[in-house]
């Protein structure tokens, strides 16, 4: 089976700008990522801030170029893609971006947002069949037809990316890339949009690709998620293996650092020392060892490769095999309470939905 999307070995460094710290340096933001998604499958990405999951998102839908390796989605290169090409690409990859109020331009009504990526990349379509299926599309994302009238600053911050999910969805697209799509929205309100994904990914017959910095919001609606630390990839697969039993001492560590667990923490959580060192200058070797319980001197000669372990997930860590794996259980019960919470939150709103339990009312 060829994957839906592969990226090979991709590498991002941006040049860090003018500045006394900066001045011919580089940003080692991507340093080598390989993966593949399968069709129909929900892929998350998960680290820290800065750790380069954007830079990989926007790579990966070519809304930026490597700096080198290629991704192929559907078995096609997309760096060698120029005019028409890359605008089939454009439509069949979507992006759903982080900020729902930067996001949309604030002069265009919502039916003219969401009518814009028909125009483009659905010519075929006249303009009564653009705003019948407007009307569909925002009844889909749970607001209503009549919406399609009003302007982005009439709707509040889930409505908001609600109208740029369905702007995604106006171009047919076949992969869904979220770049933490709820991470500026209430608490409240994540739970609902990340419902929503699940649920149009069903819908539509799609494949998503999830970026967050959350573990918690990512678990239950991912098959597998890859961890990503200064620009690498240091554990992929299973979501459910991963968040059950983390092997890697980064993973494990934001297992526990899950939003909230800090508050009552109460079962000696491995808290991250420290800032995410800069990706102008990361440590050699591993660039965990820095902040890493089990580092030795080996962590800063040689970069740790991905291992296969027994049940499939791959690990970069030279003493993966011998750091004892932490057992979170299937429900996560050996976490504290508030990180308990938290994935409660994001697990009845998958399982919701799975019981086809239709929520009602005006979305906030
Ligand atoms: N256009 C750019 N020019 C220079 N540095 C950048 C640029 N975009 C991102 N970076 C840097 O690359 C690193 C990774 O950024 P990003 O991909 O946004 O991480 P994340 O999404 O995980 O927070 C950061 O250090 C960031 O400052
Ligand atoms: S390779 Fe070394 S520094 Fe890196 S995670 Fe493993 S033990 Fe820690
Ligand atoms: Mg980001």
Request: a positive charge; proline letters at 5%; one cysteine or more.
């Amino acid at each position: 089976m060829t994957a839906i999307v592969e990226a090979i070995d991709l590498v991002k460094e941006f040049d860090a700008g003018g500045g006394m710290l900066g001045k011919g340096k580089k940003v080692y933001a991507v340093s080598g990522v390989s993966f593949e998604v399968q069709r129909g499958e929900t892929f998350a990405i998960v680290g820290e801030s800065g750790c380069g999951k954007s830079t990989l998102a926007r790579t990966l839908s070519r809304l930026i170029a490597p700096t080198s390796g290629d991704v192929l989605v559907q078995g096609t290169s997309v760096g060698a893609l120029k005019g028409r090409g890359l605008r089939d690409l454009r439509s069949k990859i979507q992006f759903i971006f982080q900020d729902p109020f930067s996001s949309l331009n604030p002069r265009m009504s919502v039916g003219a947002l969401i009518a814009e990526p028909m125009e483009v990349h659905r010519p075929d379509l006249n303009a009564k069949q653009r705003r019948a299926e407007t009307a569909q599309l925002l009844r889909q994302v749970g607001l209503r037809a009549a919406h399609m009238d009003r302007y982005p600053h009439e709707f509040s911050g889930g409505q908001r990316q609600r109208i740029g999910i369905a702007r995604a969805l106006a171009a047919k697209p076949e992969i869904l890339i979220g770049d933490e799509p709820v991470s500026a929205l209430d608490v409240s309100v994540q739970a609902q949009v990340i419902n929503l994904l699940a649920d149009l990914k069903t819908e539509f017959g799609l494949t998503l690709i999830i970026v967050a910095h959350d573990l918690a919001v990512v678990r239950h609606m991912s098959d597998r998620i890859a961890v990503m630390y200064l620009g690498r990839i240091v554990e992929i697969g299973d979501a459910d293996a991963i968040t059950a039993n983390p092997r890697h001492p980064y993973t494990q560590a934001l297992m526990s650092a899950v939003p909230e667990a800090r508050i009552d923490a109460n079962r000696n959580p491995i808290l991250l020392e420290g800032e995410i060192p800069s990706p102008i200058n990361p440590p050699s070797g591993c660039r965990f060892r820095t902040r890493c319980a089990f580092a030795k001197a080996i962590c800063a000669e040689k970069i740790p490769l991905l291992e296969t372990t027994k049940d499939g997930r791959e690990v970069a860590c030279h003493f993966h095999k011998e750091i004892p794996v932490s057992d979170y259980g299937s429900e996560t019960q050996a976490l504290p309470e508030a990180a308990k919470r938290r994935f409660a939150l994001f697990r009845g709103a998958v399982n919701a939905r799975k019981e086809n339990k239709t929520q009602q009312g005006e979305y906030q």
